[in-house]
């Protein structure tokens, strides 16, 4: 395998993707390779209702200004990342970036910016309508990407199957307890 040089770790800020962080982390110490943690921030998710002195009442759909939600953006990103701190001091280069709009599309378009090597990501196991017509975030990161995409996800627990009905299709026999 070659040398990885340049990992991108796409991070939505919550807990599920921190797993994906520790793994490129991780991954980018062992490869001395340089890390770009991205965080794709959503306008309309910092908006809050106000009312100024009665004059208007604001509504969502009209926005931050975009200095202000990469401000915000940062300032997330920054906390999220104090976690991390040990691991960030072992790898040679780590760079923070910012984007707005699509996730899947910021992802590909950061990763074909930076000339990543690898993306690292983790991905969130949701059973939705809206999975099942769109696809993931990841899902689509895959197809649009330039570069391999990693997907780092927990093992799944295996369901107890002993000591359950079976389904009929299954039809072998059952043993019988034994009586005395």
């Given at each position: ?83 991390h701190?040990d ?53 689509r ?40």
């Amino acid at each position: 395998m070659k040398g990885i040089k340049t990992v991108l770790a796409p991070t939505d800020l919550s807990e599920h993707s921190r797993r994906g962080i520790r793994f490129a982390l991780a991954l980018a110490a062992e490869e001395k390779a340089a890390v770009v943690i991205l965080h794709v921030a959503k306008p309309l998710d910092d908006w809050e209702f106000y009312l100024d002195e009665f004059a208007y009442v604001a509504h969502p759909c009209w926005g931050w200004p975009a200095d202000r939600v990469f401000q915000k953006a940062h300032l997330d990103l920054t906390r999220f990342l104090e976690s991390h701190i040990d691991q960030i001091k072992r790898i040679p280069a780590v760079r923070k970036r910012i984007a707005l709009g699509a996730p899947s599309r910021e992802i590909a378009a950061v990763a074909r910016e930076e000339n990543a090597e690898l993306i690292v990501m983790a991905p969130r196991r949701r059973g939705s309508l809206r999975h099942l017509i769109g696809g993931t975030v990841t899902e689509r990161v895959v197809r649009m990407s330039p570069c391999p995409v990693l997907s780092v996800t927990s093992p799944l627990p295996s369901p107890p199957w002993r000591g359950r009905s079976t389904p009929v299709f299954f039809s072998w026999p059952r043993p019988k307890p034994a009586t005395t």
